[in-house]
């Protein structure tokens, strides 16, 4: 029996709603009316993960949904916005009712956690692709923009890095990989409290999905300043401890999908944001220390230097290996 994009729309998107009362109008009509605060700027995200590309074809559907909205909510995130409303456009080869289940199951469980109401889209035929953009609110002046970064700051990132990496090539290599760094690479976190306590402290944030030196190069590189990284104090799981040190290394200055935040901050600040940390139970790491020197200086604890081989994930220059 076929069936309709109508009863897709119907059957699986209408049907999970956060109610949210600066929803106005949801999904049924031709715009969603979405009442935004006076007083509240809107900060506005997107990103698309390709089946094959972004994440292996045989992904669990739940880790589909899960990740497609995760990792815009780390964008709102690394932004200090508090997410309020996701728009979805899904496009998929058939319809197959268990994925779809799967990925709505896996997608309204962020929804939910951090509610956020789904309230339009799109759904159509081709190669498996899903686009989701989220919308997030802010008060004026209080964004962490990449640009803030100064000498003289401290740098720092939440959780662990390059475990998704870890995961990533462990699974290629049809190794076993530990539950738990196997759900950092397909269930990420988004950092969305810690952002928001980020928020009007004039940190520069960004979140880490293509690897910590390409994503604290656009830091570096908007706020026209350089940095020196002690990557000997990189955090990494607990349970990646066997992995040998230049590999794990590897995966933390180059590995992506990581989506914990890397931020600068003054003297000041940091204090009061490790006690948050703290409280959340995510670890907050320094890292090393904003510079007027261009460029990134990765120094070990016995004052040498390490040259990073290369630079971090870009779609369009590594098109062989995506
Ligand atoms: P139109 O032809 O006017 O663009 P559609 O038939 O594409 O309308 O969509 C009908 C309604 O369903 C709209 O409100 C749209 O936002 C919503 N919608 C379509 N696809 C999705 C989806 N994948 N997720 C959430 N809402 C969707
Ligand atoms: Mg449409």
């Known amino acids: 029996m076929a069936v309709s994009e109508f009863d897709i729309i119907e059957r699986y998107f209408r049907q999970h709603v956060t109610q949210r009362n600066d929803v106005v109008l949801g999904i049924g009509d031709d715009a969603a009316l979405l009442q935004v605060p006076a007083d509240r700027q809107l900060a506005v ?8 590309r972004h994440f292996p074809l045989q992904t669990a559907a739940f880790d589909v949904g899960w990740k497609a909205l995760a990792v815009n909510l780390s964008d709102l995130a690394a932004m200090g916005a508090r ?25 309204f469980q962020v929804a939910e956690r951090y509610r956020v109401e789904l309230v339009g889209g799109d759904t159509t035929r081709g190669p498996l692709s899903i686009t989701v953009q989220v919308h997030g609110l802010l008060e004026s002046g209080k964004a962490l923009r990449r640009a803030a970064a100064r000498a003289g700051q401290q740098l720092f990132v939440t959780g662990t890095l390059g475990d998704a990496a870890c995961a990533l090539q462990a699974f290629e290599a ?8 196997l759900q950092r690479l397909n269930r990420p976190d988004p950092r969305v409290d810690f952002g928001q306590a980020l928020a009007g402290t004039g940190a ?31 955090p990494h799981a607990p349970a990646l401890e066997s992995v040998p040190g230049e590999r794990m290394l590897a995966c933390q200055l180059y590995g992506g999908d990581d989506y914990e935040l890397c931020f600068s901050v003054d003297a000041e600040q940091v204090e009061a944001l490790t006690r948050y940390a703290r409280q959340q139970q995510l670890p907050m790491t320094g890292i090393g220390i904003i510079e007027s020197q261009a460029g990134i200086r990765c120094m070990h604890d016995d004052g040498s230097f390490y040259t990073p081989q290369g630079g971090g994930f870009d779609h369009f220059r590594d098109t062989e290996d995506g």
């Open 45 to 52: 995200a997107m990103d698309t993960l390709v089946g094959g």
């Open 83 to 107: 997410p309020v409303w996701a728009t979805l456009s899904l496009t998929t080869p058939a319809v197959d009712e268990d994925w779809l289940t799967g990925f709505c199951n896996g997608f």
């Open 204 to 234: 520069a944030a960004i979140d880490i999905s293509d690897g910590l030196l390409a994503d604290l190069g656009h830091i570096l590189e908007a706020s026209q300043c350089g940095a020196t990284l002690w990557i000997d104090r990189l």
């Open 174 to 181: 049809g190794d076993t990989v530990p539950a738990e760094v």
